[in-house]
């Protein structure tokens, strides 16, 4: 049976899609984010399988006009996404693999965007320090919002018994945190660790993941202490 995806509104201008994803034999599912900025202009992070019914509650929101690829590894379905919203700005790491992006997310975080100006509520964060991910944080200041695709899980309930060994294995069942692939790639500590401290610097409530549950509350707090021993 088809997985109709359904947007669910979490705060002011921002909603979130989740639809099943499998790897490795479990049940990772997977996550996008919508935000509204200028009114009924719309950006889509991390997207998922594209289909008719999710383009026409997208389209009764807003028009599409940016496209993001967070980090090197959410890439799968965007370019599908390219094709259909034709005018909107594909975004995405610099070395990103397959995706012919319009505009590079290093342009943002250094200011050399001379014609495209990114929406003054979303703040990009460079996650620096790990090797081969290539992960960017949003902070939505509108809904008090941060926005992570692999830095952390959230997975609280799996279906199936290989995916509650294999999550347990991993570092990433029943809490908000790394997982120990996260905490392996880590090859520079002190770099990661002033990143973790710039996602700080904002005020947040809320966490929405790729992989598990969204932080409905004391966000900050849990962010925190999920990364205390990595700082």
């Known amino acids: 049976m088809m997985h109709e995806a359904q947007l669910q509104a979490l705060?002011?201008?921002?909603?979130?899609?989740?639809?099943?994803?499998?790897?490795?034999?479990?049940?990772?599912?997977?996550?996008?984010?919508?935000?509204?900025?200028?009114?009924?202009?719309?950006l889509l992070h991390?997207?998922?399988?594209?289909?008719?019914?999710?383009?026409k509650q997208?389209?009764?929101?807003?028009?599409?006009?940016i496209l993001m690829a967070p980090n090197l590894m959410h890439t799968l379905f965007i370019n599908d996404w390219k094709?259909?919203?034709?005018?909107a700005t594909l975004?995405?790491?610099?070395?990103?693999?397959?995706?012919?992006?319009?505009?590079?997310?290093e342009d943002f975080t250094k200011n050399r965007c001379e014609n495209f100006e990114f929406?003054?509520?979303?703040?990009?964060?460079?996650?620096?320090?790990?090797?081969?991910?290539?992960?960017?944080?949003?902070?939505?200041s509108t809904s008090n919002t941060l926005i992570l695709t692999d830095l952390a899980f959230n997975i609280r309930r799996v279906k199936g018994i290989w995916s509650n060994i294999f999550f347990r294995?991993?570092?990433?069942?029943?809490?908000?945190g790394p997982t120990h692939l996260i905490k392996a790639i880590i090859k520079n500590k002190t770099q990661f660790s002033q990143s973790i401290d710039v996602i700080l610097s904002n005020?947040?409530?809320?966490?929405?993941?790729?992989?598990?549950?969204?932080?409905?509350?004391n966000g900050k707090a849990e962010f925190k202490q999920a990364f205390h021993s990595m700082r």
């Not at 094709?83 to 005018?87: A, F, I, R, T, V």
């Not at 992989?211 to 409905?216: E, I, M, P, Q």
Request: include cysteine; aromatic fraction near 14%; charged fraction near 20%.
């Open 91 to 105: 975004v995405a790491p610099k070395h990103i693999k397959k995706v012919h992006f319009d505009l590079c997310l």
């Open 46 to 55: 991390s997207p998922i399988p594209i289909s008719g019914e999710l383009i």
């Open 119 to 140: 929406p003054p509520e979303l703040h990009l964060h460079f996650i620096a320090g790990m090797k081969g991910l290539h992960e960017y944080a949003l902070f939505h």
């Open 11 to 42: 705060g002011k201008e921002i909603w979130v899609v989740d639809y099943p994803f499998k790897l490795f034999g479990a049940n990772f599912g997977n996550k996008m984010t919508v935000i509204r900025f200028n009114n009924d202009n719309l």
């Open 83 to 87: 094709q259909h919203y034709s005018e």
């Open 203 to 217: 005020d947040f409530d809320k966490i929405v993941v790729s992989h598990g549950d969204v932080v409905t509350e």
């Open 58 to 65: 997208i389209d009764a929101l807003g028009q599409v006009k």
């Open 169 to 176: 294995l991993y570092g990433a069942y029943g809490k908000f």
